[in-house]
């Protein structure tokens, strides 16, 4: 039987690297799909190369959690991935930690707004296109911002200042997603694939 016992954990070590390879997996590729739809927004293609990375790293966490709460179904405590792939909350534990809690929390927020597509749009383009840290051309960037800020108001029906607080409350809760990964990092079940790795050296805040 000692066999057996030996077995027990390593299994479970098997699963749990599973489960973040998993985690990993997600984020990859939602990374190509937001990557493709960022080069659609308007005047973020003509942005320096280096503005467009730093921009899309520091906001790709943002815009993974904004996209997954607009589709996703809290009431019934599943997650719907850009792939279509849904979810339980339970799956999402072993790789999300406590952060799923937040990010249902957060998702059944937005939707109680009920956004029609295009605001949804608006206010996804917003957290892509703000002011950054070390960016090249930060004028420009804020232009694009300004105008965005007023395509939200147009569309979004007086709820300006609501959206703006949702998007700062965004940011809090990816701070304790890139927390989250950093643990996974630490914890050294799976390495992390290299761009998942890049969103640190681009965005540590802590």
Known sequence: G????????????????????????????????????????????????????????????????????????????????CDGSVWPRLRCLRGFGDWVDSIFEFSSSLQRMNLDLSTFSCVCSLALLTERLGLEAPGRVEELHKRLVGCVKEVSGGRLSALLERLRELRRLCVRGLQRIFYLKLEDLVPPPAVVDKLFLDTLPF
């Not at 960022?38 to 790293?57: I, M």
């Not at 959690?65 to 607009?70: A, D, H, K, M, W």
């Open 2 to 81: 000692v066999r057996q016992v030996q077995h027990g954990p390593d299994q479970q070590r098997g699963d749990d690297a599973q489960h973040v390879q998993q985690f990993y997996e997600l984020l990859t590729r939602s990374m190509e799909v937001i990557r493709g739809w960022a080069q659609k927004v308007p005047g973020f293609s003509s942005l320096p190369k280096h503005d467009q990375d730093l921009l899309f790293y520091s906001s790709f966490l943002e815009l993974f959690v904004l996209r997954l709460s607009y589709r996703s179904c809290p009431e019934e405590g599943r997650l719907v991935f």
